[in-house]
């Protein structure tokens, strides 16, 4: 059975679609931002996008330069987390509390406060970052490239 579309781009408006792009007042509202503060983030993140009268933002590239970032609730203001404990940390990485343990050992990246019991423990992620790099595969030769379209083909 075929599912057919109706003509009108409004009655799609009303359904949860996952965005790649992202207008520059929604991530004003996702972060609580003035707009030159937006535009800076998505800069940095290497996320803006500037077309003639609009300015859209590649959400997935975004998210992942923010992922260390946190809002402080005195201030309201942005700021990177060096430091997180095992439960956020297992959430960003997105992987079992265990392996995320396991991992922060190995990197080197674990610190303990306190020597009672029910000390603090908090991973550095910028080594976890770097240990978690060795695992990247490398990129894999397609069978069947795409054709290079550049000129206009």
């Given amino acids: 059975m075929?599912?057919?579309?109706?003509?009108?781009?409004?009655?799609?408006?009303?359904?949860?679609?996952?965005?790649?792009?992202i207008h520059i007042e929604d991530v004003m509202d996702m972060?609580?931002?003035?707009?030159?503060?937006?535009?800076?983030?998505?800069?940095?993140?290497?996320?803006?996008y500037q077309l003639a009268r609009i300015t859209l933002v590649h959400k997935e590239?975004?998210?992942?330069?923010?992922?260390h970032f946190t809002r402080v609730p005195s201030s309201n203001k942005i700021v990177e987390k060096k430091f997180v404990r095992?439960?956020?940390?297992?959430?960003?990485?997105s992987i079992g509390h265990h392996r995320f343990i396991e991992m922060a050992r190995a990197a080197g990246a674990v610190y303990?406060?306190?020597?009672?019991?029910?000390?603090?423990?908090l991973i550095n992620l910028e080594l976890l970052d770097e240990y978690m790099e060795q695992f990247r595969e490398p990129?894999?030769?397609?069978?069947h490239p795409l054709p290079n379209r550049k000129?206009?083909?």
């Fill in 2 to 21: 075929v599912s057919k579309l109706s003509g009108s781009v409004s009655s799609y408006r009303t359904e949860d679609v996952n965005k790649r792009y």
């Fill in 31 to 48: 972060f609580g931002l003035e707009r030159e503060e937006a535009l800076a983030v998505a800069l940095a993140a290497g996320a803006r």
């Fill in 61 to 67: 590239r975004l998210m992942k330069n923010m992922r």
């Fill in 86 to 93: 095992i439960g956020e940390g297992s959430m960003t990485y």
């Fill in 112 to 121: 303990k406060i306190g020597t009672a019991q029910g000390n603090t423990i």
């Fill in 139 to 143: 990129p894999t030769e397609m069978k």
């Fill in 151 to 153: 000129g206009g083909d």
